[in-house]
C-alpha cells in the first residue's frame, strides 16, 4: 500500500470541500472496498477523508410517508430497521444476500452503491482494463477470455463490466432518490436511475457525481404494497456476487417493477419490461433484456434471468 494522508471531516460541506481542493482524494467511510483496493494498488488516492463522524447514521421518515436513509447506515442496521423490513422487504431481503454478516456490520448505504466492478480483469493489474487504466482494452473481451460473471446488456466494445451491489438492485425496484452535497456546498437530487453510468466510451466513469460530491441519503418514496421479493442466483450460497438476480414488486392487479442485478453496468430496469409484467416473465424479458450483447460464456443469463423471474412470479 502506497503512503496517503488522512483526515476527519467535520460535516459534509466541509468533506465535499475537501476532497474537490485535493486531487486524488477519496472518501472512506465502512472501507470494505477500498481498502482491498488500496492494498491491490488498483485505488491510489493521496489523501483520505473519514466521513464517518458527520452525522448521517439515522433513518427518519420523511412528509411524504417514505424513509430518509443517511450515508453511513450501516448495510446491518438498515435491513434491520423495523421500517424497512415492514414496508420494503425487497430491500431487507437484497441486504442480506450480500457479502457476509461482518461486511454487513461495517458496509455504510453510500459505500455499497458507489463500490467498484467485481470483473476479474479489474482485480488484476496485469491484465488490460479500460475501467482500471483507460485505453489498455478490455480483458474480458480478448480471444480466450472469462467473462461468464460478466455483462450481457447495457455494455459497450470498451467495457463489460457489472455493478456488484445488491442492495442497489433493491434501490432501483423502489424508485430511490440519492441526495448529495457538492464542494461549493449545493445539494442535490438524483434519481438512483441516473447515479450510474454505463461505460460507452468512457467506463472509468462510473457515476453521475462530480468531483468531490459527496452522497448524503438515499430517499426512499412512500410504500408502494404489494409482494416484494429478491432472489439472488449465484455460485455458491454465500459470499458470493450474483450471476442473476431479481428484485420483484407486484401489485394484486399483476402491474410492478422489475430490476436486474449480476447482468449490467447498474442495476437494470426498463419501464416498459414493467408494463409487461401481467403478461408474464416472458413478456417482460423480452423487452428488460432487448437488445443484450452476451458472449459465449455467459449467454446462459438470458435464460437464467428469465427462470428466475419465473418462479418468482409462480410463488407470487
Not at 455460485?235 to 438476480?245: E, I, N, P, Q, T
Not at 430496469?269 to 401481467?278: G, I, K, M, N
Amino acid at each position: 500500500m502506497r503512503s496517503f494522508s488522512y483526515e476527519r471531516a467535520v460535516d459534509p460541506a466541509q468533506a465535499a470541500a475537501r476532497a474537490a481542493e485535493i486531487p486524488d482524494a477519496k472518501f472512506i467511510g465502512g472501507g470494505t472496498n477500498l481498502l482491498d483496493l488500496m492494498k491491490l494498488e488498483i485505488e491510489t488516492p493521496i489523501h483520505l477523508i473519514d466521513v464517518r463522524d458527520i452525522g448521517l447514521t439515522e433513518i427518519t421518515e420523511t412528509e411524504e410517508g417514505g424513509l430518509r436513509i443517511g450515508a453511513q447506515v450501516t448495510n446491518t442496521d438498515l435491513s434491520a430497521d423495523s421500517r424497512v423490513r415492514r414496508d420494503y422487504p425487497v430491500l431487507t431481503r437484497a441486504i442480506a444476500a450480500g457479502a457476509s454478516g461482518q461486511i454487513r456490520n461495517k458496509a455504510t448505504t453510500a459505500g455499497n452503491l458507489l463500490q467498484r466492478t467485481r470483473c476479474p480483469y479489474f482485480y488484476d493489474p496485469a491484465q488490460p482494463c479500460n475501467k482500471r487504466a483507460p485505453g489498455s482494452g478490455c480483458g474480458a473481451l480478448t480471444e480466450g477470455a472469462f467473462s461468464r460473471q460478466l455483462g450481457v446488456i447495457g455494455t459497450s466494445e470498451t467495457c463489460i463490466a457489472t455493478h456488484p451491489s445488491d442492495m442497489a438492485v433493491a434501490m432501483r425496484a423502489l424508485d430511490a432518490v440519492v441526495e448529495t452535497v457538492t464542494p461549493n456546498g449545493m445539494t442535490r437530487r438524483i434519481a438512483i436511475e441516473d447515479l450510474h453510468v454505463l461505460p460507452g466510451q468512457t467506463p472509468e466513469q462510473e457515476t453521475a457525481l462530480m468531483p468531490g460530491e459527496l452522497i448524503t441519503h438515499v430517499v426512499l418514496p412512500a410504500p408502494v404494497g404489494g409482494q416484494q421479493a429478491y432472489h439472488k442466483v449465484r455460485d455458491r450460497s454465500s459470499y458470493a456476487f450474483a450471476l442473476v438476480s431479481v428484485a420483484l414488486i407486484q401489485q394484486a392487479d399483476g402491474t410492478g417493477a422489475v430490476a436486474l442485478g449480476g447482468v449490467a453496468p447498474k442495476p437494470w430496469r426498463r419501464a416498459e419490461a414493467d408494463a409487461e409484467l401481467p403478461n408474464g416473465s416472458r413478456a417482460v424479458m423480452a423487452r428488460l433484456l432487448e437488445g443484450a450483447s452476451p458472449t459465449e460464456e455467459n449467454a446462459f443469463k438470458l435464460t437464467l434471468a428469465e427462470r428466475t423471474l419465473a418462479a418468482m412470479l409462480k410463488e407470487g
